[in-house]
């Protein structure tokens, strides 16, 4: 069982009963979630917490899950390594 004090982005430490009053208050789909309260936008990216999230705002709402937008995921959608990103360039280009 679920109860309002579970997290329900644990990267964000963000409750079940956070993203509920935040969708009684009008942000009541997942981009205004995350843009309220940060859902998804951890270190995992949201794979822990996305669609969790959208089932909350499905049943808050009385919608299907069908009915919920889903996360715009932007590059990049896995982590990368700041050793990669500071790594020098392979290709021999140089800006
Ligand atoms: S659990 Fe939500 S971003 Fe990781």
């Given at each position: 069982m679920v109860t309002a004090k579970e997290f329900l982005c644990r990267c964000e430490d963000i409750t079940m009963d956070d993203c509920r009053g935040a969708i009684h208050e009008g942000y009541s789909c997942f981009e205004d979630l995350k843009r309220f309260l940060?859902?998804?936008?951890?270190p995992c990216q949201g794979k822990a917490c996305v669609s969790a999230c959208m089932r909350l705002v499905a049943d808050e709402r009385g919608?299907?899950?069908?009915a919920v937008d889903v996360m715009t995921f932007r590059p990049p959608v896995r982590p990368v390594s700041f050793a990669t990103l500071a790594a020098p360039d392979q290709t021999g280009d140089r800006p």
């Open positions: 940060g859902v998804g936008t951890g919608l299907p899950i069908e």
